[in-house]
Each structure stands twice: as C-alpha cells, then as structure tokens.
C-alpha cells in the first residue's frame, strides 16, 4: 500500500492564480480530509468527505472547492490564489468516524 | 465547542531525560484522544490513542499518555529521551457532538539537547 499520496510536494503560484493540489488514497477509506498548517496555529480543515459524491466544508473553506468523483481521489481546487494561501496542505483518510487519520508527506504552497 | 490546549510551544529536554508534553481538552461526553508526530518535513502519523478501556495507552517509540477524565488532561511520556525524538507533537481530540472530526491544538516542539 503507498497509503496516502500527494502531489506536487512543493509549487510556487502568483497571485491570481489557479491550481489543483491532487491526493489519492488506496486503502479504500470513505473519509478524507484536507487541511492547512500555519506555523504556531495547528491543523485547520478545509474541506472533508464522507465518501464518492459528497463533501462538506471544514472550518477554513473560502478560496477553495473540492470534489470527489471516486473513492480513492479527493483533490483540493485554489481559485485566484492569494498570500493567506500560503501554507502546508496535508490531505489524510480515514476508514470510519474514531479511527486513525493517515496522512499525505504534504504540499507546501507559496503564492507571491 | 471542543478546544485542545497544548502548554508550551518549545519543549526542551536532555538527552536521557523524562519527556513530558501536556495535553488538556474540553468535551462535555466521552472523547476520542490522539497523539501524533510530525518529522521535519513529513506528514503527521500517530503516536498513540485512547477511544474506550484502559487510561493508560502505550504508543510507538516508548510513548505513553494516559487520560484522566477528571482533569480533562491527556499527557504525553516518555521515561529517556532520543535525539531522534525531536520533532513536533500534536495532540487531537474527537467526539460524537463533533461528529468525531479532529480537532487540533497548536503543537509542540520537543527539542532534545545532547
């Protein structure tokens, strides 16, 4: 199993500017999440879903859209980027409510 | 409203001493507690976790933590610390009002000095 996946690990965007940062999962769970760290400020969520065809929005969701299309694919969507943006963006699964969250390696975004 | 508190932003121990990360909670039915790690650079991955029986939870590396319901507390121990243990901590709690999302303190970073 390589768990969870993200990608890019690393992307530099300019304001203004779109891009979809993508994860995958293949240990067929039904939740996935994603989330944002700031330094000194823990996880935020952003967006999570309970399964194929339905998301919902966490706590931090404006700038961002999600979808989830198939059970292994989750990814997240930056429209006009801008510098609050900037940030570490795990992604994380999980087979059902209480059990362990696994998470992505990460990507770290940056948006000048 | 659910809330994690983690005292201490920086933690620094030496090398060989007692680990101790403090973790206290806010949650008015039974919670779910974790505690994970983050490597420099890496995705989180957990360390231990309580749901239900035994208050004291073993985890990897030697790590414990052990839930006490009537301080709302769920701290982290380990009796001799490693240079490979630095890294920084997070400590998460979960329940049925919050429809068991995850809810995060701030992190702590342990710092081991040889």
């Known amino acids: 199993n390589a768990g969870v996946t993200q990608t890019p690990k690393f992307r530099i965007l300019k304001i203004g500017q779109s891009m979809t940062l993508q994860c995958t999962q293949d240990?067929?769970?039904?939740?996935m999440y994603w989330y944002r760290q700031d330094p000194g400020m823990g996880l935020k969520l952003i967006y999570y879903?309970?399964?194929?065809?339905?998301?919902d929005k966490g706590e931090v969701p404006n700038g961002y859209n999600v979808s989830r299309s198939t059970t292994e694919d989750f990814p997240l969507r930056l429209e006009l980027a801008a510098p609050s943006q900037t940030s570490v963006y795990f992604c994380?699964?999980?087979?059902?409510?209480?059990?362990?969250?696994?998470f992505g390696p990460g990507t770290r975004l940056t948006v000048l | 409203a659910q809330s994690v508190t983690q005292l201490g932003s920086h933690v620094s121990v030496s090398e060989g001493a007692l680990v101790l990360l403090r973790c206290n909670y806010s949650?008015?039915?039974?919670?779910?507690l974790f505690w994970y790690v983050q490597y420099p650079n890496q995705g989180l991955q957990l360390l231990l976790k309580?749901?239900?029986?035994a208050t004291l939870v073993k985890g990897i590396n030697g790590f414990e933590a052990e839930f006490k319901k009537s301080e709302t507390s769920f701290h982290l121990t380990k009796p001799s610390a490693h240079m490979s243990d630095a890294a920084e901590y997070f400590c998460?709690?979960?329940?049925?009002?919050?429809?068991?999302?995850?809810?995060w303190g701030a992190g702590t970073k342990l710092i081991i000095k040889p």
């Open positions: 879903s309970v399964g194929a065809g339905i998301t």
């Open positions: 949650s008015s039915v039974p919670p779910y």
């Open positions: 998460a709690v979960s329940d049925r009002r919050s429809n068991y999302q995850l809810i």
């Open positions: 309580y749901t239900t029986g």
């Open positions: 240990m067929n769970h039904n939740y």
């Open positions: 994380a699964s999980r087979r059902a409510l209480g059990d362990t969250q696994y």
